[in-house]
């Protein structure tokens, strides 16, 4: 099982600043499969990037994916007050074992 | 519009079983895998099961193989997951989610909740 590691557990930014987050794998993410989504409480978590750098329907540019093997990042380049909220990335190269980072907690500073 | 709904969660003793439900709206269910993934009070996302757009094919987690069963049905627009021999720690909100082109989860329901205590 391919075992992701999300870091900073939390970051505390405010708006119109810069964020990036980081999942790390535990060994190299077939074909760069890799997944981020976001989650607000109460709500669907909502498909951000897919494949590692494609942005999925609707998602504004802002927000932009990279990397490849066992380190991925998600960078979100200018914080929206929307925005806030606890992200996961998730890898589907070794499907049907399907696994998720533990996420990030984006919180208004 | 284009939507998963589930429902069926509650209130449940350990060892005791439950189904849940969720239907689907706004595009063409049997065109589609479809997945279950649960969050836990406190904790991540974890990916539970899937079955394929005709029901042929299924897999499950570890975690709840052997206890939990995914099912669909085209003509009613509905996936299901039956619960047997449940657990406290299968205590979690629970979602269904379409499979995308390849598995990653381009739309999700809202989830239910699922408690499982004495």
């Known amino acids: 099982e391919i075992v992701l590691t999300q870091s900073p557990g939390t970051l505390s930014l405010s708006p119109g600043e810069r964020a990036t987050l980081s999942c790390r794998a535990s060994?190299?993410?077939?074909?760069?499969?890799l997944a981020w989504y976001q989650q607000k409480p109460g709500q669907a978590p909502r498909l951000l990037i897919y494949?590692?750098?494609s942005r999925a329907t609707g998602i504004p540019d802002r927000f932009s994916g990279s990397g490849s093997g066992t380190d991925f990042t998600l960078t979100i380049s200018r914080l929206e007050p929307e925005d806030f909220a606890v992200f996961y990335c998730q890898q589907y190269g070794s499907a049907p074992l399907l696994t998720f980072g533990g996420g990030t907690k984006v919180e208004i500073k | 519009q284009v939507q998963l709904v589930e429902s069926g969660g509650g209130v449940v003793q350990p060892g005791r079983s439950l189904r849940l439900s969720c239907a689907a709206s706004?595009?063409?269910?049997?065109?589609?895998?479809i997945h279950w993934v649960r969050r836990a009070p406190g904790k991540g996302l974890e990916w539970v099961a899937v079955i394929s757009n005709d029901a042929k094919n299924e897999y499950y987690a570890a975690s709840v193989k052997g206890r939990f069963t995914i099912s669909r049905d085209n003509s009613k627009n509905t996936l299901y997951l039956q619960m047997n021999n449940l657990r406290p720690e299968d205590t979690a909100v629970y979602y269904c989610?379409?499979?995308?082109?390849?598995?990653?989860?381009?739309?999700w329901g809202r989830g239910t909740l699922v408690t499982v205590s004495s």
């Open positions: 494949g590692a750098s």
């Open positions: 989610a379409r499979g995308g082109v390849h598995w990653y989860f381009d739309l």
């Open positions: 060994q190299s993410v077939s074909s760069n499969y």
């Open positions: 706004g595009f063409s269910f049997s065109s589609y895998a």
